[in-house]
């Protein structure tokens, strides 16, 4: 008789509904996977016994809540370490592990930490001024692109400060789910000319451009970056940040094509949004589950 995994999975309610589908659940139960639903205001004691855990919440009873029961239970594997996610939460932290890679076509954009008033800035514009929280509130997601010193205004403390690279309008997203690794193409902000920048003033919020870029058709033109580099910024990346369940936003600079510039890194995204995400994530669960052998 073929092995039955209990996977429970901790999450908001709105990504319950993009995560979970019925195409999932379908999927990992022909596997021998059980998807349970864990309801974090009840002790997870009682919710038990599970092979496995996956979760996107932040908060300190969860947390606790999850210590104490990997404490008792400590076959039950954790999908993945929580002080390991929070890394992911801060745009300084987040991108530490793209300089460990030590590769000179991988970096990152130029930035520099705000806490206070800007005196100095050894940076040219524009920037993308974006809140140190990567947090998952609403306000971590308000960005905005800075055109010239004025512009510095117009956000509020702390913010990463990031110089804007021209990339061809396209930004590669590539998913992890352990050792499956994936990546797709989506619509980027588009490049600013040295003309067009001579006519841009002050700040500009990004949610107010971002539907001004590259036509669908151009995007799929695109070219996709060689599949020895996704390999090593999935590997890599895996590695260097202890995570399983992550997705990386990757930038083409289009003054040198064979740099790439990593700009953010996201826990737990929304896998839904790729082609047969079912298969992916359930081949991922099964290399979790299932016992190695040697
Ligand atoms: N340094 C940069 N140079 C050029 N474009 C950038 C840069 N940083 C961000 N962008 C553009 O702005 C978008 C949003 O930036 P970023 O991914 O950092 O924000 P986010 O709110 O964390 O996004 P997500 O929804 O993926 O979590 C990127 O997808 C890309 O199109
Ligand atoms: O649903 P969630 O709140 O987890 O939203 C996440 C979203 O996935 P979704 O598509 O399921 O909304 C992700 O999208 P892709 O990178 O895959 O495009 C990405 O934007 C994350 O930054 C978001 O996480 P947050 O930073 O807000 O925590
Ligand atoms: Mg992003
Ligand atoms: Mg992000």
């Not at 496995?52 to 999850?66: A, F, G, M, R």
Request: glycine share 6%; with cysteine; hydrophobic share 40%.
């Amino acid at each position: 008789m073929s092995e039955s995994y209990r996977v429970g999975y901790a999450l908001q309610p709105k990504k319950v509904d993009s995560f979970i589908q019925p195409s999932l659940v379908d999927h990992a139960k022909q596997e021998g996977i059980e998807l349970i639903q864990i309801d974090p205001s009840k002790p997870l004691q009682e919710q038990g016994p599970f092979h496995c855990i996956i979760h996107k919440l932040h908060n300190q009873e969860w947390k606790k809540d999850l210590q104490e029961f990997s404490s008792k239970y400590p076959n039950t594997v954790i999908i993945d370490p929580p002080e390991l996610v929070d890394r992911l939460h801060n745009r300084v932290s987040m991108l530490h592990a793209v300089t460990l890679l030590d590769n000179a076509s991988v970096g990152v954009p130029k930035q520099v930490l705000v806490n206070d008033k800007i005196q100095e800035l050894d940076l040219h514009f524009p920037v993308i001024a974006k809140p140190l929280a990567a947090d998952g509130g609403a306000a971590s997601h308000e960005l905005s692109l800075v055109f010239d010193r004025e512009g510095l205004n117009a956000f509020s403390v702390p913010t990463v400060l990031q110089e804007f690279v021209n990339h061809g309008g396209v930004v590669f997203k590539i998913y992890v789910a352990g050792e499956c690794v994936k990546c797709v193409k989506r619509k980027s902000l588009p490049d600013i000319s040295e003309e067009k920048l001579r006519t841009l003033k002050g700040a500009l919020p990004l949610s107010r451009i971002s539907n001004l870029g590259l036509q669908d058709e151009e995007v799929e033109k695109a070219e996709m970056p060689p599949q020895s580099l996704v390999g090593l910024l999935g590997t890599g990346l895996r590695e260097a940040l202890g995570l399983n369940l992550f997705n990386v936003d990757v930038i083409r600079d289009a003054n040198e094509p064979t740099r790439y510039l990593v700009i953010d890194i996201n826990y737990f995204p929304g896998y839904a949004k790729l082609p047969s995400y079912q298969s992916f994530i359930t081949h991922f669960l099964l290399h979790v589950l299932r016992p190695k052998t040697a």
